[in-house]
């Protein structure tokens, strides 16, 4: 299973991580940080979702969660209404 949001399908992205350290008089760095990779994973969430009709478990990312619980799409916000 990919670590992929089922909606909007947002994955794992790759990008820089850098430490900046002061410099010494002169305007230069002594000792000037390294650049490394690092990665950057979207906040995947499990939550049960209504389609058609049927509870469906779904990966959702933050901004998928927030616009299916503005929209009434998620089970738990569908059941309060309901009981």
Known sequence: ??????NCG??????R?????????GKR???????????FK???QKVGV???GKKVTMRLCAKCLK??????KLYSSVKKALG
């Open 1 to 6: 299973m990919s670590y992929a949001c089922d």
């Open 10 to 15: 947002k994955t794992i992205t790759a990008g």
């Open 17 to 25: 991580s850098q430490h900046h350290r002061r410099g010494v008089a």
């Open 29 to 39: 760095w002594a000792k000037r940080a390294q650049m490394t990779i690092r990665t």
């Open 42 to 44: 979207p906040n995947l």
């Open 50 to 52: 209504l389609l058609v």
């Open 67 to 72: 616009l299916f619980k503005k929209e009434g």
